[in-house]
């Protein structure tokens, strides 16, 4: 099912009753307006977000916003895990490997850029979907930020994986990211000449401070090839436990989320997923997480405008207002 954006808008009812015919002819036009829609992918890191924002993206009309607090700025796309250019499938991403690595991208940063994406989004029609495993940055914008729940209604769905099965992959898949040039990524950025500082952008990433000793041995030329491999198996297995426990603070992040924030998050078992391999998988994730998010989304999209509302209020054009929601509302005249 393809769905136009604007149609699927929320009508924001106004805060203050008006009765009686001496404010007849006030226009209303201000006090109702429709809200925009907007989907939060969340989850701990290697649950699998990237890939079903992905597929909902070539679902409907959308773009993604990344909203992984180390993905946002250039450089170390092994390290970080960035989503390589064919696994976009040609979906606009927004955030992702723009920023100078060396600079602080905070979560005020990030509340601000998100928002001015997600209007261009909408603005070009399409479904604005945020992806990523920063919950802090999600918070920034969707809690901390007053306009945010006034202008937009979210979905929230939380892709979740059991913590043994997780860490399991995860640990597999620090191996891969050796594999295919971690070490070297790292080795390039690695300036042996200055103090040790892992406090900003990206050099706070998981795989660098591991790589700190590893490394700097490497540079001073003092130790043999027997101790620098241990060096570099120490840093491997340093880089898989903080990835773990990384996904474990994530997931209590999100409970909390859920817990004292409220956020009525759909969860997506992805666990089976994880437990078969290749063509099983593919169909595990179709079944477990594709297809019932795209059904929530759905939902989500057309939801029915509440009949309480007075016609007026209905019609009222939005900021952008297609042919097809016309057809929705045939009351509008023009
Ligand atoms: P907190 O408030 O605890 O920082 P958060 O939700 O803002 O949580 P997380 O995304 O959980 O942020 O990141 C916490 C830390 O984990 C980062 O500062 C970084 O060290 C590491 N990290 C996060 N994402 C990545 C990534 N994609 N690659 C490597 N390391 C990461």
């Given at each position: 099912?393809?769905?136009?954006?604007?149609?699927?808008?929320q009508?924001?009812?106004?805060?203050?009753?008006?009765?009686?015919?001496?404010?007849?002819?006030?226009?209303?036009?201000?006090?109702f307006?429709?809200?925009?829609k907007?989907?939060i992918?969340m989850?701990?890191?290697?649950t699998?977000?990237?890939?079903?924002?992905?597929?909902?993206?070539?679902?409907y009309?959308a773009?993604?916003?990344?909203?992984d607090?180390?993905?946002?700025y250039?450089g170390?796309?092994?390290?970080?895990?960035?989503?390589t250019?064919?696994?976009?499938?040609?979906?606009?991403h927004h955030?992702?490997?723009?920023?100078d690595?060396?600079?602080?991208?905070?979560?005020?940063?990030?509340?601000?850029?998100?928002?001015l994406?997600?209007?261009?989004?909408l603005?070009?029609?399409?479904l604005?979907?945020?992806?990523?495993?920063s919950?802090?940055?999600?918070?920034a914008?969707?809690?901390k930020?007053?306009?945010f729940?006034?202008?937009?209604?979210?979905?929230f769905?939380?892709?979740?994986?059991?913590?043994?099965?997780?860490?399991?992959?995860?640990?597999?898949r620090?191996?891969?990211?050796v594999?295919?040039g971690?070490?070297?990524?790292?080795?390039?950025?690695?300036?042996?000449?200055?103090?040790?500082?892992?406090?900003?952008?990206?050099r706070?990433?998981?795989?660098?401070?591991?790589?700190?000793?590893?490394?700097?041995?490497?540079?001073?030329g003092?130790?043999?090839?027997?101790?620098?491999?241990?060096?570099?198996?120490?840093?491997?297995?340093?880089?898989?436990?903080?990835t773990?426990?990384?996904?474990?603070?994530?997931?209590?992040?999100?409970?909390?989320?859920?817990?004292?924030?409220?956020?009525?998050m759909?969860?997506?078992?992805?666990?089976?997923?994880?437990?078969?391999?290749?063509?099983e998988?593919?169909?595990?994730?179709?079944?477990?997480?594709?297809?019932?998010a795209?059904?929530?989304?759905?939902?989500?999209?057309?939801?029915p405008?509440?009949?309480?509302?007075p016609?007026?209020?209905i019609?009222?054009?939005?900021?952008?207002?297609?042919?097809?929601?016309?057809?929705?509302?045939?009351?509008?005249g023009?």
């Amino acid at each position: 099912m393809r769905i136009l954006m604007s149609a699927c808008k929320q009508v924001v009812q106004p805060m203050v009753s008006f009765h009686g015919p001496a404010l007849t002819n006030i226009n209303m036009d201000p006090f109702f307006r429709r809200k925009d829609k907007v989907v939060i992918v969340m989850g701990a890191t290697g649950t699998g977000k990237s890939r079903l924002a992905i597929d909902l993206a070539m679902h409907y009309p959308a773009e993604i916003i990344n909203s992984d607090k180390m993905q946002v700025y250039k450089g170390l796309d092994i390290v970080t895990n960035k989503v390589t250019e064919e696994e976009c499938k040609g979906i606009p991403h927004h955030l992702i490997g723009k920023f100078d690595p060396n600079s602080n991208f905070t979560a005020n940063d990030f509340k601000n850029h998100a928002s001015l994406a997600i209007e261009s989004i909408l603005e070009r029609d399409r479904l604005p979907i945020i992806a990523g495993g920063s919950n802090s940055y999600i918070e920034a914008l969707v809690d901390k930020h007053s306009e945010f729940r006034m202008k937009y209604e979210c979905c929230f769905l939380w892709v979740d994986v059991a913590i043994p099965v997780l860490h399991s992959f995860v640990s597999k898949r620090v191996d891969r990211m050796v594999k295919v040039g971690l070490v070297d990524e790292v080795r390039k950025m690695f300036d042996s000449t200055t103090e040790a500082e892992y406090t900003n952008g990206i050099r706070q990433a998981i795989g660098v401070p591991e790589m700190h000793e590893y490394l700097h041995c490497e540079a001073s030329g003092s130790n043999d090839d027997e101790t620098q491999e241990r060096l570099l198996q120490a840093a491997i297995s340093k880089i898989k436990e903080n990835t773990c426990i990384l996904a474990y603070r994530q997931l209590q992040k999100i409970r909390r989320l859920q817990a004292r924030r409220g956020w009525n998050m759909h969860r997506l078992d992805a666990t089976e997923v994880f437990l078969k391999h290749q063509g099983e998988a593919d169909q595990a994730w179709e079944k477990f997480v594709a297809t019932p998010a795209t059904r929530m989304v759905d939902k989500f999209l057309l939801n029915p405008i509440p009949s309480i509302l007075p016609t007026e209020a209905i019609i009222t054009p939005p900021r952008f207002f297609p042919r097809l929601c016309r057809q929705w509302l045939p009351q509008h005249g023009n």
